[in-house]
């Protein structure tokens, strides 16, 4: 069923509370956007607002039958089917409104939903693999899809960039959420790669820093390494136009270098860096991406 129109009014308002809404609660994606073209900056935001209502929705559900009722809801929100109108919600207008300007697919936003159905649960991550596949559908998706708004639509070329860079930048998010996951129960950390040091689930669930829980760890930031580089090395002679949407990739070696201090404790507080310092490293960012060199820290 379309959607009948949307007066400009009624979307400015959506659009303003998608700012909002990820100015709150997904700082560092707000602060890169804000380096995105004037007309393609709402678009943007909207995304990155749509994600994080998807992402928020275990913190709101008290089991996972209602997260994944809200999780249908937006499936049919987006294919037109949801009951109600659906533009009274400001995150659904202005991302159903992003999504037939520059003609996303569809299928990446209900991937992206499906991928986020294991944070509904205590599930164990099997293997590295999965996790990179998770990351993928989420964190690599939002890079790409960004980068065909800021591109009007066009495929630059940039999937294999935005797939290692997406996991190195989730990686270094579920690393430092570590303390908050392992207080509800979740562990993104891989079984196989807990085992490989002599560590388990348990370990993490019961924030046991142990020699063999620090391995594990650290191996994990290896990994994010490994993608962060190999995401470099694919943005050669990246168009500047797209740079925004690569940004955030610029504080992924700062967090992961602040977890190599030797007085860092993984079940302490979320490591964070001062606002002016990720303003900075933003800022250089995207002067390097205008002038079509790699993303460096």
Request: hydrophobic letters at 45%; one cysteine or more; a neutral charge.
């Amino acid at each position: 069923m379309a959607l009948g129109p949307v007066s400009t009014d009624a979307l400015a308002w959506a659009y303003a509370e998608c700012e909002s809404l990820i100015r709150r609660g997904d700082r560092d994606r707000w602060l890169a956007s804000l380096f995105a073209p004037a007309e393609a900056r709402p678009h943007l935001q909207a995304l990155y607002a749509f994600n994080h209502e998807i992402a928020r929705v275990r913190e709101i559900v008290s089991d996972p039958l209602p997260g994944e009722v809200r999780f249908q809801w937006w499936r049919d929100a987006l294919e037109g089917e949801a009951r109600g109108d659906v533009r009274a919600h400001p995150v659904a207008a202005a991302i159903i409104a992003t999504i037939a300007r520059f003609r996303l697919p569809r299928v990446a936003f209900t991937n992206l939903i499906e991928a986020r159905t294991f944070d509904l649960y205590d599930d164990p991550m099997p293997t590295e693999r999965d996790l990179e596949g998770y990351c993928g559908e989420t964190s690599s998706m939002l890079i790409q899809l960004g980068s065909l708004i800021l591109a009007d639509g066009r495929d630059c070329g940039t999937a294999d960039a935005a797939g290692h860079g997406g996991v190195a930048y989730a990686i270094a998010g579920l690393l430092r959420a570590l303390p908050w996951h392992a207080s509800r129960g979740q562990v993104y950390m891989p079984l196989d790669l807990l085992a490989r040091h002599g560590a388990s689930r348990d370990d993490i669930l019961a924030r046991r820093g142990t020699p063999a829980v620090r391995a594990a760890l650290a191996e994990m930031r290896a990994v994010a390494c490994r993608h962060l580089s190999a995401a470099r090395g694919c943005m050669v002679n990246m168009p500047p136009i797209i740079i925004a949407a690569f940004l955030p990739l610029c504080l992924v070696e700062p967090y992961l270098q602040a977890m190599e201090n030797r007085r860092y404790d993984p079940f302490g507080t979320v490591v964070e860096i001062a606002q002016w310092r990720r303003q900075w490293l933003l800022w250089r960012g995207a002067r390097r991406g205008a002038r079509g060199a790699p993303l460096t820290c």
